[in-house]
């Protein structure tokens, strides 16, 4: 069992660390303040080849894998959450249920374009009264002959959808046969433009406000069905699949932040004084830091060992679930205690601090909460034991 990361990763590691130092971390609080998308910073991304990172090089992306992705990802979230969800959202939801469950037509089609930054992406499941439950889903699809064959009517609505606003092309969770509630959804690609789908209110949150979240409008919208992706009503068997590798994205984005947090604790508790010495000094702050890089070390390991999996082929289903529980854990806690150890000043806007804790809360909630993380990881351990 290899633990260090071959020569090309660690290059990788570097460059993306390199260009974050330049491009992401100057601007990163003025992108927060300002509460905008920093749409800026999309061509510079795909310039750096991570907007397609484990896309073939057929479909335009740079033909790397999982825990190449999880690289790119911790050292961009270290930067800026908000920039490292745009970029895990585009890459694990949108391109990688494309690549996953597209045809060739589909991935030559919109691939080459997401890869390039040319187009945004977003996934559409989330619905207001359908969170955890996907199967109470109410975005519905009804096919119909059109006058050019086949054709789907979708009328519905999508809440808390990452590039929201922002996206050109959106995949969308659509029930097709009701009765098999989630058994019974289809995935769909819509791009922008089309008659009766668009943005709708801007959520405001409580952190990661350089990241688009909006709800996402669908009235009337009729595709053909060469815009269906995948086998009608495998959506969500499908969903599974992409979740499995978004799980362990959201891992490597929350250790990222956790690291953030951790290192700006450290330089603080080196340099803030009391009592004669630097309180790194103290016992209490050195056991807050030795917890919290314990945590991140061990997260990291539980999200390249899925990553790793899903490179050689494995499902990943227990290890995903497992890396994105811990990680997000770890992470909240890291945050917490840079606050901590920054006392007065980590409650204030003036260190960027409060910032980290208020962007990480969201890596117990997305993709699956915690507790939708426990029992996907209880299901798997009595399967195993044939229970």
């Known amino acids: 069992m290899n633990f260090e990361l071959s020569q090309e990763q660690k290059i990788l590691q570097k460059t993306v660390r390199d260009f974050c130092a330049r491009e992401i971390i100057p601007k990163a609080a003025g992108w927060n303040e300002a509460g905008k998308f920093p749409h800026e910073i999309i061509a510079p991304l795909a310039g750096l080849g991570v907007l397609g990172i484990q896309i073939p090089e057929r479909y335009g992306g740079t033909g790397m894998g999982m825990l190449d992705l999880s690289v790119a990802v911790e050292e961009i979230a270290r930067a800026d959450a908000s920039v490292g969800l745009t970029v895990a959202s585009h890459n694990l939801l949108c391109m990688d249920h494309i690549y996953l469950a597209g045809n ?12 390039s930054g040319k187009s945004l992406g977003a996934w559409c499941l989330t619905e207001p009264d359908s969170g955890s439950d996907a199967g109470a889903a109410r975005t519905r699809a009804i096919r119909r002959d059109g006058q050019n ?16 606003s922002v996206a050109d092309v ?60 995948g086998q009608i009503d495998s959506g969500f068997f499908d969903t599974g699949k992409v979740l499995d590798r978004g799980r ?17 604790a450290r330089t603080y508790a080196m340099q803030r004084v009391q009592f004669g010495k630097p309180i790194a000094e103290f016992q209490a702050i050195r056991t807050m830091l030795a917890d919290m890089a314990t945590g991140l070390d061990a997260a990291r390991l539980l999200v390249w060992r899925a990553a790793i999996m899903q490179d050689s082929g494995q499902r990943s289903t227990r290890e995903s679930s497992v890396a994105k529980y811990y990680a997000s854990q770890a992470a ?15 409650y204030t806007r003036e260190f960027p601090v409060e910032r980290y804790l208020r962007d990480v809360k969201l890596a117990e909630i997305g993709e699956g909460t915690s507790e939708i993380q426990k029992l996907v990881i209880a299901r798997e351990v009595l399967k195993a034991a044939g229970a």
């Open 248 to 264: 362990i994205g959201i891992g490597a984005w929350a250790i990222g932040i956790g690291r953030a947090a951790f290192e700006a």
């Open 332 to 346: 909240v806690r890291a945050c917490d205690s840079a606050v901590q150890i920054h006392g007065g000043y980590g």
């Open 170 to 229: 959106y995949v969308v969770l659509a029930s097709t046969t009701p009765a098999r509630k989630q058994k019974g959804l289809t995935a769909f690609i819509l791009e922008k433009g089309t008659p009766g789908l668009r943005p709708g209110r801007l959520v405001e949150k409580m952190g990661l406000w350089a990241s688009d979240t909006a709800d996402v409008v669908i009235e009337e919208v009729v595709v053909p069905d060469a815009q269906r992706l």
């Open 149 to 164: 064959g086949a054709e789907w009517v979708l009328n519905g609505g999508k809440s808390f959808i990452t590039q929201g």
């Open 104 to 115: 060739e037509e589909q991935r030559h089609k919109y691939l080459p374009r997401l890869s």
